[in-house]
């Protein structure tokens, strides 16, 4: 059995109950089957897949809190520090009622891969609560964030672990566990991202996930000859991730027709309001139904069905597993160009190797969400050197990351044999630099 093979055994019988998990590493590995097999002595003498596959920790803790009724709320914690070889962890803190240890494991374990492929010293890491802010007051929040802090400061820092938003974290619950980790452990540090600008945010951190995915996919289409003027892109989600990219996308000439949430999904062949949509999600933190009422051009559909939409380029900016193998089926008859991920793991390994195969461009979010967790880290930058810069130049910069992150993946997959193949260029790209730390380091 080859050493992928035998990892690949162990690590579906160590976590069974893992789904999400086993999907993450196993398109990983995978894709490493050339890299390992030139190696394969040395990498299994080192146990370098078995490190890699195991976090460094997971840390696993109880959240109670005080709802506006007086009645005290139990959630879980978790923060997952997977692997700190190029640089301190690294990565979001999702709140969902979705939230399991194994998400959890497998959005940190991508998030070492995504880390590694921006050029900046970040370790991976991710962490979380099955706490659900939807319909939650204010107060209710706060209370919430301060109770995650005051566990979680324990174990994160400037230059040890350094969360940020994700799912259901954004600015506003940022802020409290900011405040939170200031009022305990008395430092102003940057220990974490995506912070208002009052106190230590960058410029274009908001923006930063959506823009870099619209800058990588305009490298994409252009290294294919051709540009992002009146090319029809379906949008899922509606959150931060798909805000931006809805945006960037229309300064781009493109047109976005689609956008939606957990509950439905808006068809507005019109193309999408950005600035309704903001209103809509972002002030009033509002269904979609609402998007409809006040725009006549949209259609409101309850359910899923975005990809049934005929375009030019998909974006999916939800959640994991959210393209499925039948959504891939309609947008290849549909004649889709490009799907570039906006969230992580959206598209299922069924589903991406349909897209493969039928000649669409496609470019996994490791790569193509990469531009948030790079802009992180420029935060950590000035939060470290004491300056701001601004938006242009933070946003250059980000422009300039996406682009490297094209070619760096584009060459990493001719090299190996495998042109075209982004997800394998990605995950190469990726481990290599890993891969590299880890085995100068010795055996940590
Ligand atoms: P938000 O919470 O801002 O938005 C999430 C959006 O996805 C909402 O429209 C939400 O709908 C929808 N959604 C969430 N869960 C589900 C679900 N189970 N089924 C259907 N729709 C769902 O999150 P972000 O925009 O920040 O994150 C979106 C994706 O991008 C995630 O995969 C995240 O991990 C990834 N990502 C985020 C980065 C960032 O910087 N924020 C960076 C890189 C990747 P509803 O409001 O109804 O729940
Ligand atoms: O998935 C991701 O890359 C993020 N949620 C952003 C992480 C970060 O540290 O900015």
């Given at each position: 059995?080859?050493?992928?093979?035998?990892?690949?055994?162990?690590?579906?019988?160590?976590?069974?109950?893992?789904?999400?998990?086993?999907?993450?590493?196993?398109e990983?590995?995978?894709?490493?089957?050339?890299v390992?097999e030139?190696?394969?002595?040395?990498?299994?003498?080192?146990?370098?897949?078995e490190?890699?596959?195991?976090?460094?920790?997971?840390?696993?803790?109880?959240?109670?809190?005080?709802?506006?009724?007086?009645?005290?709320?139990?959630?879980?914690?978790y923060?997952?520090?997977f692997?700190?070889?190029?640089?301190?962890?690294?990565?979001?803190?999702?709140?969902?009622?979705?939230?399991?240890?194994?998400?959890?494991?497998?959005?940190?374990?991508?998030?070492?891969?995504?880390?590694?492929?921006?050029?900046?010293?970040?370790?991976?890491?991710?962490?979380?609560?099955?706490?659900?802010p939807?319909?939650?007051?204010?107060?209710?929040i706060?209370?919430?964030?301060?109770?995650?802090?005051?566990?979680?400061?324990?174990?994160?820092?400037?230059?040890?672990d350094?969360?940020?938003?994700?799912?259901?974290?954004?600015?506003?619950?940022?802020?409290?566990?900011?405040?939170?980790?200031?009022?305990?452990?008395?430092?102003?540090?940057?220990?974490?991202?995506?912070?208002?600008?009052?106190?230590?945010?960058?410029?274009?951190r908001?923006?930063a996930?959506?823009?870099?995915?619209?800058?990588?996919?305009?490298?994409?289409?252009?290294?294919?000859g051709?540009?992002?003027?009146?090319k029809?892109c379906?949008?899922?989600?509606?959150?931060?991730?798909?805000?931006?990219?809805?945006?960037?996308?229309?300064?781009?000439?493109?047109?976005?027709?689609?956008?939606?949430?957990?509950?439905?999904?808006?068809?507005?062949?019109?193309?999408?309001?950005?600035?309704?949509?903001?209103?809509?999600?972002?002030?009033?933190?509002?269904?979609?139904?609402?998007?409809?009422?006040?725009?006549?051009?949209?259609?409101?559909?309850?359910?899923?069905?975005?990809?049934?939409?005929?375009?030019?380029?998909?974006?999916?900016?939800?959640?994991?597993?959210?393209?499925?193998?039948?959504?891939?089926?309609?947008?290849?008859?549909?004649?889709?160009?490009?799907?570039?991920?906006?969230?992580?793991?959206?598209?299922?390994?069924?589903?991406?190797?349909?897209?493969?195969?039928?000649?669409?461009?496609?470019?996994?979010?490791?790569?193509?969400?990469?531009?948030?967790?790079?802009?992180?880290?420029?935060?950590?930058?000035?939060?470290?050197?004491?300056?701001?810069?601004?938006?242009?130049?933070?946003?250059?910069?980000?422009?300039?990351?996406?682009?490297?992150?094209?070619?760096?993946?584009?060459?990493?997959?001719?090299?190996?044999?495998?042109?075209?193949?982004y997800?394998?260029?990605?995950?190469?790209?990726?481990?290599?630099?890993?891969?590299?730390?880890?085995?100068?380091?010795?055996?940590?």
């Amino acid at each position: 059995m080859s050493y992928v093979d035998e990892v690949l055994a162990r690590v579906k019988a160590k976590n069974a109950s893992e789904p999400e998990f086993l999907q993450a590493v196993e398109e990983v590995l995978e894709s490493l089957r050339p890299v390992i097999e030139a190696h394969e002595e040395q990498y299994k003498k080192e146990a370098l897949l078995e490190r890699l596959t195991e976090p460094d920790r997971q840390i696993k803790f109880r959240v109670p809190w005080v709802d506006d009724n007086g009645q005290v709320q139990v959630n879980t914690g978790y923060r997952v520090q997977f692997n700190n070889a190029i640089g301190p962890y690294k990565g979001g803190l999702r709140l969902h009622p979705s939230v399991n240890i194994g998400i959890i494991k497998f959005l940190g374990f991508e998030q070492v891969f995504k880390n590694s492929l921006t050029g900046l010293p970040i370790g991976g890491g991710k962490g979380g609560s099955d706490f659900d802010p939807k319909g939650k007051s204010d107060r209710e929040i706060m209370a919430f964030c301060q109770s995650f802090i005051t566990e979680l400061y324990k174990y994160i820092g400037a230059d040890v672990d350094v969360p940020a938003g994700d799912i259901g974290t954004g600015a506003r619950e940022i802020g409290y566990m900011y405040g939170q980790y200031k009022r305990i452990t008395g430092l102003y540090e940057g220990v974490l991202t995506g912070k208002g600008l009052t106190y230590g945010g960058s410029l274009a951190r908001t923006e930063a996930t959506g823009y870099g995915l619209l800058y990588l996919t305009r490298e994409l289409m252009k290294c294919h000859g051709m540009d992002m003027k009146d090319k029809i892109c379906c949008v899922s989600g509606s959150g931060n991730v798909a805000i931006y990219a809805v945006e960037k996308a229309q300064q781009m000439g493109a047109k976005v027709v689609t956008v939606s949430d957990s509950t439905g999904w808006i068809y507005d062949p019109e193309g999408i309001d950005v600035a309704l949509l903001k209103e809509v999600k972002e002030v009033k933190r509002a269904r979609l139904t609402e998007y409809a009422a006040a725009r006549p051009s949209a259609q409101y559909h309850e359910g899923r069905g975005v990809w049934q939409i005929k375009c030019d380029i998909a974006l999916p900016c939800a959640t994991q597993n959210e393209l499925l193998i039948d959504d891939a089926k309609a947008l290849v008859a549909n004649g889709v160009t490009a799907v570039c991920e906006g969230a992580n793991m959206p598209t299922t390994l069924e589903a991406t190797k349909y897209l493969q195969d039928n000649g669409v461009l496609f470019v996994c979010g490791k790569a193509s969400n990469a531009g948030g967790v790079a802009t992180s880290a420029l935060e950590m930058t000035q939060n470290s050197e004491r300056l701001s810069w601004t938006f242009d130049e933070v946003n250059e910069k980000l422009e300039q990351i996406m682009i490297n992150i094209y070619h760096n993946i584009d060459d990493a997959a001719k090299r190996y044999g495998m042109e075209g193949n982004y997800v394998a260029g990605a995950n190469i790209a990726g481990f290599e630099k890993v891969a590299n730390a880890m085995l100068a380091q010795g055996v940590c």
